[in-house]
């Protein structure tokens, strides 16, 4: 006889289905998957000089990218294992923050980019400010047709919105739903927590209260003993936040440095 009660909560699936929706938001609403570190482009750089750093990013793997900032780190005096092999997560993370960093230079070296954020963004605002059925599925397809979403193949969380509808209102209309005319950021949160929720079976209130509690200590289901530490998608990427900050600085001092070194790396490879 099947025991009855609430079934439990996969956290570990919830925290994954969570993180790929609060990319999938912000990849809407700002073009980038993960919050901007709002760096400024190098200074004293002429626009040709810019394209040309930008076609190599553009060129690099993601892999090759994590390589690079490692030798950066170690440059920079950091102790670093250079013959360590990355892990996935790792690999994923340094892919984000490859297309952080073109992202940027883009912006500031093509000036039509603009006009490509500021139609995202009108999607985002009228997917947050539906009421009905029939305007969040129009917000969903206009969505689904960004070039870079279609690109990135990101059209199924548009199309996992479009498909419950009707959870997704209703997250909208909870009193929980961050109103605030400065709580984008939370409403992001919010919004793939409950959609994590819808995937994973739970109710979406469900999921959304059971992540924001979810405890990063020893005590945590997410904790890893052996490594001491939280592997929730949160922890992880404030890991990889603090070893990218040390190599921030070749925005300042080391954009060429961070080519050459990427060239050099590569010849001795091939």
Known sequence: MRKRGPKPVDLGLLNVWEFEFYKAFHHLRDGIALPARNLPPPSGFPTSELRAILTRLKSMSAAEYWRVQQQMTS??????????????????????????????????????????QAQRREIWDNLIQARTHAAIRKACEQWSKLSDVRASRLIPYPEHVRANTGQFLSMKRNERFPRSNYGDDARIEYLARGMAGVLVGVSPMTAIERLRNLKHAPVGPLWNTGERRCHCWRCNLRGSNKSSKITQSWYENGVTRFIELADEMKRQSS
Do not use: Q
């Open 75 to 116: 440059e920079f005096g950091e102790s670093i294992d250079l013959e360590k092999v990355p892990t996935k997560l790792e690999i994923e993370f340094a892919d984000m923050d490859l297309k952080e960093e073109i992202y940027w230079l883009e912006r500031s070296s093509i000036p039509h980019k603009i006009h490509a």
